[in-house]
Structure formats: C-alpha cells, structure tokens
C-alpha cells in the first residue's frame, strides 16, 4: 500500500501464499515468489458491497532456463473479510487519508489552521462532501472485502478445462448449499487420479457438478491452443493483429503492453 496518493480501497497491498498442495514435485519445484507474482500482478486489493466483484480468470506461463513451460490458470475473487482488526485499519487509513485531501483543499484556499472551518468556500465543501461520500469506508455501514485467487498450474495449457474447474469450485465455495462431497476429495481428484489424456486422445472427469472433457492434439496435428480466438481479435482488432501476425513472422521482436 506504498501508492499514498490514491484512496486506501484503490491501493494495493502485498500477498503471499497461503496454502499449495501437493507441497513439493521433484521435477516440478514450487516457485512461491513467481507464482504468487502472476496470480496477483498487481498485489492484493480491497472492495466494498458498492463495488464490481465479479470473478476473473486469467492465465500465466512460467518458462525455465532449459525451455521447459509450466502453465498457470487463477480465479481471482472477494472474500468477505471478517477481521475487526483489518476492517478498523482500514477506516483509519481512510481517516488518514482524507485528513490529507481536506488539508490540501485548506492549502489550495489559503486558509489557516485557526481559521479553518470558516475559510472554506462553497466549492470547497462541494469537493469534500463528494469526497466524503464515493471515497470512504465506514466500518458501521459498509462490509469490506479482500481479493484471493485460486490457481491450477498444468504441464500443458488445458484453458477451458481449467477455467470450467475452478468456476465449478469457487460456487462450491460460496453457495448456501454444500456440494455433493467434501472439497478436499476434488482438489485431491484433479491432483492426483486425473491424468494427462494421452497424445490425440480425449479425457473426461468430474468436477464439483458437471463433467470436464480437454483434448490433446496428436503428434501429427496443430499444437494445443485452448484460448479463445474471439477475444484476441476483440481485443486487438483485425488490423493489428495482422500487424502482430506479421511481426512473428519475419520473427521481430514484439512488445505488448497492457493497461
């Protein structure tokens, strides 16, 4: 939360790791700091019930020195906190913060400390009443929540299976009802009695309500590339993704960036 000119809920804040299983893989070491970096690139962030919650998916790659790849797929969502102790730091940081925003009104007016509450313009109070009202957080009336992520990490980048299986998880989460089984047994399923579909093979298994099926391309077909080209072309637009296009193919070297 080093970003002080912004207001503590559009700050962000550093996150860690809480929980990863199976904990270790001989061929497959688990990099806390790079994956806790691309599950949340931009920290840790708080909302309020006035804000968009909806979940995001996204995805990451992991390239080794020797070339090998490891794939990353997360689901980003909010969660209630529950902590009085975090609920309260952040009303004090919002108290803090406007304290800073109605001192600065004060410079901007010229007005002194002894004179305060009588030197402040209409607008002035227009400002702050705005400010007061879509930029607070009253721990009394408003329920504040923090961002979590879960994560699958795959040798091969099974997107949409991916995708269907942490959806299916988090409402077993967040729903009144309780799913049919415990949710260890499917995290315990997925890690270790679903098996990579064989080269040209399809495999189905069981998620939390609905059957997943992935495909594996054969050895004499196309690559695996289970990301939805809609979202590319919407995305860029025709036009530069053309110009990409051919940027790969005179194998320039390409930059994206991203806001």
């Known amino acids: 939360g080093e970003n002080f000119d912004q207001s503590p809920l559009r700050r962000t804040f550093k996150s860690k790791v ?91 007016s010229s007005c002194s400390m002894d004179s305060l509450a009588s030197s402040i313009d209409e607008g002035d109070a227009t400002s702050l009443a705005k400010l007061q009202r879509y930029n607070s957080y009253d721990i009394s009336r408003d329920t504040l929540y923090v961002s979590k992520c879960i994560c699958l990490i795959t040798p091969l980048p099974f997107m949409q299976a991916c995708r269907k299986f942490l959806v299916q998880l988090y409402k077993a989460v967040t729903s009144q009802q309780p799913p ?51 979202e590319v072309f919407e995305l860029l637009g025709l036009e530069n993704l053309v110009q990409v296009f051919t940027c790969v193919l005179l194998e320039m070297q390409i930059l994206l960036y991203s806001q």
């Not at 199976?22 to 994956?35: G, L, R, S, T, Y």
Request: hydrophobic share 30%; aromatic share 12%; with cysteine.
């Open 18 to 108: 809480l929980a990863h299983y199976p904990q270790n893989i001989e061929w497959n070491p688990f990099d806390q700091d790079a994956v806790n970096m691309l599950c949340m690139p931009k920290g840790l962030s708080f909302r309020t019930q006035a804000d968009n919650r909806d979940p995001q998916l996204h995805s990451f790659i992991i390239t080794r020195e020797d070339g090998s790849r490891t794939y990353g797929f997360v689901l980003t969502f909010y969660e209630e906190v529950t902590s009085k102790q975090i609920c309260t730091a952040m009303q004090t940081l919002y108290q803090m913060h406007n304290a800073e925003q109605y001192s600065s009104v004060c410079a901007s």
């Open 180 to 230: 049919p089984l415990p949710l260890e047994s499917y995290i315990h399923n997925i890690l270790y009695e679903v098996p990579l579909p064989p080269p040209g093979r399809s495999l189905k298994f069981y998620g939390v309500y609905e059957p997943i099926i992935c495909q594996r391309p054969g050895p004499n077909e196309l690559p695996l590339s289970d990301y939805p080209l809609r």
